[in-house]
């Protein structure tokens, strides 16, 4: 079994796990406490494993009945050293668990039924939020309310079902490698599992992963150059509606396993909803990236509650290599008598209370480096609708920071079934036109079931389309003058410059009339013969 089918199998055995465990609960709810004893399980192994290697020698060596951690064992033994050890292990790994809480004590527990097993998770996660991490870690689980009664009606029931979906959870895993990589697919796997089942809510959270690689590989290419390949550096990406920060963790992924190799030196994101937010952070340490290396913070976008976006000195304000996002789409807004001065919007105008999705374009855009990439999924009401959208619209292209159009087939997402477009937006564009790209097209997509989604084949067809830029690809792309897109009132609607139409057949018509006549001579002598028999049956002739 290839490393790849191990990660799958361990995906779908967790999978399965929580199908059948979750029972009345809805997939959203269960969700969160799935992952986060899977995040437990990591934490856990990542830390013993930095013990040993610590403590060397030292590191007791336990009988196999011994049902104790050998953590504990040496806690025990030394409690003198404990505070000087727990302060090199922050030095070290960044954070610190106590014996007590590790998933090894907490599957023992739930292995034995103990009926200590609720009170322990519930002062574990307490630990873990204020006292393993440093501040920026407060309130990873906030969200998981262990004393819910969707769990179970009283303590006891509640109890008994969180040791069923612990023990299941350690059993199912125990064969299984859980290294970073290993482990983090199979949260990715289940996050996007989950957000299958959660139907409207998914788009709070989730990017189908075929539409997240499309837009990870073009802002990993060079912005002025796609055709020299992906960057070697990314100094700082930024995701700013995160969701669970699969996206950022994706383009993560394009930089750094590329041939040669290639680094981000930081990831950043932001995200609304609390739930998802602490998700995030989740995801990210699962993935190996630490909390040195990322920064997320939850707040509301269009608000720049952010501090380190809000700087008004020029001088001071923080610029992105690579910007990726899929904002809600066509969120309701309510901008304030002030936000028209807004440093974001005040060249550009305001986008219209109904639909703010070129305020979340404008947000992303202000903070793009000269030599960055933006990409960004909307819905393709951004591409025609009339009004202040259209007099951005202007904007953007008249300054030449529309790069290129990428127009997506509808059912793509679990929580909508609109089609979608991508733009991919630069400061300091090389080329004076724009790449139109038609991907939506029933050729260039796969059906499944209600779900539409995008084959390798295909993209790989929209990224080598963007990365060699033709002037034209009959029926899928085009590369448009902007003297054309003035003609047509700088609307960007796709089929006014990809032609999706099929060309209709040639008919040669001496052939047709030639088979015509071949037809008529056979029908007149199928009529002749069957006159015969009927005269010598003395019927009437037809």
């Given at each position: 079994?290839?490393?790849?089918?191990?990660?799958?199998?361990?995906?779908?055995?967790?999978?399965?796990?929580?199908?059948?465990?979750?029972?009345?609960?809805?997939?959203?709810?269960?969700?969160?406490?799935?992952?986060?004893?899977?995040?437990?399980?990591?934490?856990?192994?990542?830390?013993?494993?930095?013990?040993?290697?610590?403590?060397?020698?030292?590191?007791?060596?336990?009988?196999?009945?011994?049902?104790?951690?050998?953590?504990?064992?040496?806690?025990?033994?030394?409690?003198?050293?404990?505070?000087?050890?727990?302060?090199?292990?922050?030095?070290?790994?960044?954070?610190?668990?106590?014996?007590?809480?590790?998933?090894?004590?907490?599957?023992?527990?739930?292995?034995?039924?103990?009926?200590?097993?609720?009170?322990?998770?519930?002062?574990?996660?307490?630990?873990?939020?204020?006292?393993?991490?440093?501040?920026?870690?407060?309130?990873?689980?906030?969200?998981?309310?262990?004393?819910?009664?969707?769990?179970?009606?009283?303590?006891?029931?509640?109890?008994?079902?969180?040791?069923?979906?612990?023990?299941?959870?350690?059993?199912?895993?125990?064969?299984?490698?859980?290294?970073?990589?290993?482990?983090?697919?199979?949260?990715?796997?289940?996050?996007?599992?989950?957000?299958?089942?959660?139907?409207?809510?998914?788009?709070?959270?989730?990017?189908?992963?075929?539409?997240?690689?499309?837009?990870?590989?073009?802002?990993?290419?060079?912005?002025?150059?796609?055709?020299?390949?992906?960057?070697?550096?990314?100094?700082?990406?930024?995701?700013?509606?995160?969701?669970?920060?699969?996206?950022?963790?994706?383009?993560?992924?394009?930089?750094?396993?590329?041939?040669?190799?290639?680094?981000?030196?930081?990831?950043?994101?932001?995200?609304?909803?609390?739930?998802?937010?602490?998700?995030?952070?989740?995801?990210?340490?699962?993935?190996?990236?630490?909390?040195?290396?990322?920064?997320?913070?939850?707040?509301?976008?269009?608000?720049?509650?952010?501090?380190?976006?809000?700087?008004?000195?020029?001088?001071?304000?923080?610029?992105?290599?690579?910007?990726?996002?899929?904002?809600?789409?066509?969120?309701?807004?309510n901008p304030s008598e002030t936000t028209a001065e807004d440093f974001r919007f005040k060249n550009y105008g305001l986008a219209p209370k109904s639909a703010a999705d070129f305020a979340f374009l404008l947000h992303g855009f202000h903070f793009l480096s000269d030599e960055g990439t933006m990409a960004?999924?909307?819905?393709?009401?951004?591409?025609?609708?009339?009004?202040?959208?259209?007099?951005?619209?202007?904007?953007?292209?008249?300054?030449?920071?529309?790069?290129?159009?990428?127009g997506l087939p509808s059912n793509l997402f679990f929580s909508t079934g609109i089609p979608v477009c991508i733009l991919v937006l630069k400061k300091c564009k090389k080329e004076d036109d724009v790449l139109f790209i038609n991907a939506s097209d029933e050729e260039n997509f796969a059906k499944e079931k209600r779900q539409n989604f995008l084959r390798k084949k295909d993209i790989k067809r929209i990224v080598d389309t963007y990365q060699n830029r033709p002037e034209i690809e009959e029926r899928y792309a085009r590369s448009v003058s902007m003297e054309?897109?003035?003609?047509?009132?700088?609307?960007?609607?796709?089929?006014?410059?990809?032609?999706?139409?099929?060309?209709?057949?040639?008919?040669?018509?001496?052939?047709?009339?030639?088979?015509?006549?071949?037809?008529?001579?056979?029908?007149?002598?199928?009529?002749?013969?069957?006159?015969?028999?009927?005269?010598?049956?003395?019927?009437?002739?037809?």
């Open positions: 079994m290839t490393a790849k089918q191990k990660q799958d199998k361990l995906g779908q055995t967790l999978w399965d796990i929580a199908d059948s465990l979750r029972g009345a609960m809805n997939a959203d709810d269960f969700r969160d406490y799935m992952l986060s004893f899977l995040f437990l399980r990591y934490l856990s192994d990542n830390y013993e494993t930095s013990v040993k290697k610590e403590l060397g020698s030292d590191y007791p060596k336990l009988d196999e009945e011994d049902s104790r951690t050998p953590l504990s064992v040496w806690y025990q033994d030394n409690p003198e050293f404990i505070a000087d050890f727990e302060k090199q292990m922050r030095r070290k790994v960044h954070y610190v668990i106590e014996p007590a809480y590790l998933w090894n004590s907490i599957a023992e527990l739930a292995r034995t039924q103990n009926s200590e097993l609720l009170l322990t998770l519930q002062k574990g996660f307490k630990y873990i939020e204020n006292e393993s991490f440093d501040n920026s870690f407060k309130g990873l689980f906030s969200e998981i309310n262990l004393d819910s009664e969707k769990l179970g009606k009283n303590y006891e029931a509640r109890n008994k079902k969180l040791c069923t979906i612990i023990q299941k959870i350690a059993e199912g895993i125990e064969e299984f490698d859980t290294d970073t990589d290993s482990l983090g697919n199979a949260y990715e796997y289940l996050i996007g599992q989950f957000a299958a089942g959660s139907g409207k809510k998914a788009g709070e959270f989730y990017t189908p992963q075929e539409l997240s690689t499309v837009l990870s590989e073009i802002v990993s290419l060079d912005s002025q150059n796609p055709k020299a390949g992906k960057k070697k550096k990314i100094n700082k990406v930024l995701d700013f509606a995160c969701g669970s920060g699969s996206l950022l963790l994706n383009v993560k992924n394009k930089i750094e396993k590329q041939e040669g190799g290639g680094t981000i030196s930081r990831i950043y994101g932001q995200e609304k909803n609390i739930t998802t937010y602490n998700l995030a952070r989740m995801n990210m340490l699962l993935h190996g990236v630490k909390d040195s290396e990322f920064e997320i913070f939850h707040g509301d976008t269009l608000k720049n509650d952010w501090d380190i976006l809000n700087e008004m000195n020029p001088a001071k304000k923080v610029e992105f290599d690579a910007i990726v996002a899929n904002p809600p789409f066509s969120l309701r807004w960004i999924i909307l819905p393709h009401g951004v591409l025609f609708r009339g009004g202040a959208e259209q007099r951005i619209r202007t904007k953007l292209l008249k300054d030449g920071n529309i790069d290129t159009v990428i054309e897109i003035e003609k047509n009132d700088f609307n960007l609607n796709i089929s006014r410059y990809v032609s999706t139409a099929k060309p209709e057949p040639i008919i040669n018509l001496k052939e047709v009339n030639s088979k015509l006549v071949d037809v008529e001579k056979r029908i007149k002598a199928s009529t002749e013969e069957h006159n015969a028999y009927l005269k010598e049956l003395g019927l009437d002739t037809i």
